[in-house]
């Protein structure tokens, strides 16, 4: 009896297509990188206190503990080249104190980045 060969049908992997959320890709491509984690320690390393303009202003010595990107990495919009131009960008980078960089934030009436 010859046996007949039946492939067996492979089941089709259905995975849906998650949209995918403007933050988690600036997360992904950025803030989940080590290349972010190095540069972020560089830049507070280099400038260890707080460059907001107020502490500029008023000469305030506070010490810096998050990094802020001037020019905002989510104005990148999904492209994923300009969002790691903008993230990785040294010269886009400012040392900011926690609260410095909640009014900077509040100023722009943007979110801020990341908190940790
Ligand atoms: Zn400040
Ligand atoms: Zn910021």
């Known amino acids: 009896m010859p046996t007949i060969y039946r492939p067996e049908k492979k089941p089709i992997l259905k995975r849906s297509k998650h949209s995918i959320k ?19 320690i560089n830049k507070l390393m280099n400038q260890p206190l ?36 903008l993230g990785f960008d040294y010269n886009n980078l400012l040392s900011v104190s926690r609260l410095c960089h909640i009014e900077i934030h509040r100023k722009l009436n943007e979110e801020i980045e990341y908190l940790f």
């Open 22 to 40: 403007k933050d988690n890709l600036i997360h992904r491509l950025v803030y989940n990188t080590l290349t972010w984690k190095q540069l972020r």
């Open 50 to 85: 707080c460059e907001c303009k107020e502490c500029k202003k008023n000469n305030r010595i506070i010490l810096a503990e998050q990094v802020h990107h001037i020019r905002c990495i989510s104005t990148a919009g999904e492209n994923q080249q300009l969002i790691k131009a």
